[in-house]
């Protein structure tokens, strides 16, 4: 069956932009992550969300980051007036929820100008 | 301290070897652990999840854990150079649902 997809694969974009990236997860899955990975380091989490809801959204950086997920499928991560640290890979996953295994999507490389 | 460490490595193996991948971890209400295989350029791809102490096996693939030790290691038998990739070790704590990563162990497997 189909996996994660990631929209856009390549966004390039000037400071101070706003940026929309958007993660379709496997079908029946009700938990959705999203993670950032910069050159050389594991992923960091930002967001999870079980269905609708944000369960935790303890690792969102700031307040210029935001995410939704309005009908417990597709979720959209929100960047605010970027800045060139934002630059990274971002990873949405989801899972089935009996044994938290994660599936990645390819990533959404961002590239803040 | 990290949470999750591990040697970035290049760990450098023959083909045919076994290839011994290992992870430490901080917080002792960890409940399970995944190994995950990421070609460059590619997104972490799941290879292995294993919650129990003891050995988990998995066809060339064998995850092992030690809570007490809070330690968790992949073995893979008979490398192929196919497995030539970064190994990220993740872990799941008590306190939420979400991942902590390792920074990955550079695996080369020449021929």
């Known amino acids: 069956g189909a996996g994660v997809s990631q929209t856009p694969s390549n966004k390039v974009t000037e400071k101070g932009k706003y940026v929309e990236l958007r993660c379709d997860p496997i079908s029946g899955h009700t938990a959705l992550y999203w993670y950032r990975q910069s050159l050389g380091q594991g992923p960091e989490f930002l967001i999870y969300f079980q269905g609708t809801g944000a369960a935790d959204d303890s690792g969102l950086p700031n307040d210029r980051f935001f995410a939704v997920r309005p009908e417990g499928s597709v979720s959209t991560l929100k960047i605010q007036r970027t800045e060139r640290g934002d630059s990274a890979v971002y990873l949405c996953?989801?899972?089935?929820?009996?044994?938290?295994?994660?599936?990645f999507g390819p990533g959404t490389r961002l590239t803040v100008l | 301290q990290k949470e999750v460490e591990q040697n970035s490595g290049p760990l450098s193996v023959p083909e045919g070897a076994i290839a011994s991948l290992n992870c430490t971890y901080s917080?002792?209400?960890?409940?399970?652990f995944f190994w995950y295989r990421q070609y460059s350029g590619k997104s972490p791809e799941l290879i292995m999840f294993?919650?129990?102490?003891g050995d988990k096996e998995d066809g060339r693939f064998t995850a092992q854990l030690n809570k007490a030790s809070q330690y968790v290691s992949l073995l893979i038998r008979d490398s192929q150079p196919s497995d030539s990739a970064t190994y990220l070790c993740a872990v799941n704590s008590n306190a939420g649902n979400m991942l902590t990563f390792g920074g990955g162990t550079r695996l080369m497997v020449k021929p």
């Open positions: 996953a989801s899972s089935a929820g009996t044994n938290n295994e994660q599936f």
């Open positions: 294993i919650y129990s102490n």
């Open positions: 917080d002792r209400g960890s409940q399970s």
